[in-house]
């Protein structure tokens, strides 16, 4: 795994507590990204960023907000845990922002909302 | 509106026979397509990408993909199926709105090799 790694990897939560997810990169990438997997959907895009302090939405951005404030970390929260939350969470990272550059994916979070 | 179907759930191969993992694509413009591999309780895995150029694109583990314009399909093929590729396999295109690379992913597909 390049150098992606999330913490925590697994959390058991209760409806309405507030939850933070951290993706941390040790790669210097400026593109970063959190995805939630659910069976039958594949991987939906939650929201990214493309630098410091520089975020934007994704498809299923409902529910969730992400800050940057330096280029290693970036951050995941769920303001108000719903069990629609219930899901496992990967975070990415791109070298570029152009259309040929993979992305490379952490270890994934398993996140549980009862 | 870009989109990605990967029409089997799950594929049953015997080891040592060819695979393949079907994928088509719905997009405006020239596609950007991929194939990531995931192993149970990890994260994705680069396998490989079709930009441009030839349409057998090769990759790691012995992958290849056959990219079909006319067909818009980017299959993932494997001449020899080995145990250990039993995995999750999301195929995925490049989203044209903005320029962040974004990925649209197909479903995923099981893929379960049989000794």
């Known amino acids: 795994d390049a150098g992606i790694t999330q913490s925590p990897r697994h959390k058991v939560t209760e409806t309405g507590t507030p939850v933070t997810l951290r993706c941390h990169q040790t790669?210097?990438?400026?593109?970063m990204y959190w995805y939630r997997q659910d069976p039958g959907h594949g991987l939906r895009l939650i929201h990214y960023?493309?630098?410091?302090?520089?975020?934007d939405k994704g498809e299923v951005s409902d529910g969730y907000s992400v800050s940057r404030s330096k280029t290693e970390d970036f951050l995941l929260t769920l303001e108000s845990a719903t069990s629609s939350q219930t899901s496992v969470y990967f975070c990415?990272?791109?070298?570029?922002?152009?259309?040929?550059?993979?992305?490379?994916f952490g270890p994934g979070t398993r996140l549980t909302v009862l | 509106a870009q989109s990605v179907a990967q029409p089997e759930d799950q594929v049953n191969v015997a080891e040592g026979n060819p695979l393949t993992v079907k994928c088509t694509y719905s997009?405006?413009?020239?596609?950007?397509l991929f194939w990531y591999v995931q192993y149970p309780n990890r994260g994705l895995q680069f396998l490989l990408k079709?930009?441009?150029?030839?349409?057998l694109v090769k990759g790691s583990y012995g992958f290849e993909a056959e990219f079909n314009k006319s067909q818009t399909s980017f299959h993932l093929k494997k001449p020899s199926a080995l145990v250990s590729d039993s995995a999750l396999y999301f195929c995925?295109?490049?989203?044209?709105?903005?320029?962040?690379?974004?990925?649209?992913f197909g479903q995923g597909t099981t893929l379960q090799v049989k000794p």
């Open positions: 990415a990272i791109s070298e570029g922002r152009d259309s040929w550059y993979e992305q490379f």
């Open positions: 790669e210097n990438h400026r593109y």
């Open positions: 960023s493309y630098g410091v302090k520089d975020t």
């Open positions: 997009v405006s413009g020239n596609p950007y």
């Open positions: 079709y930009i441009t150029g030839d349409n």
């Open positions: 995925a295109v490049r989203a044209l709105s903005g320029n962040t690379g974004k990925l649209i």
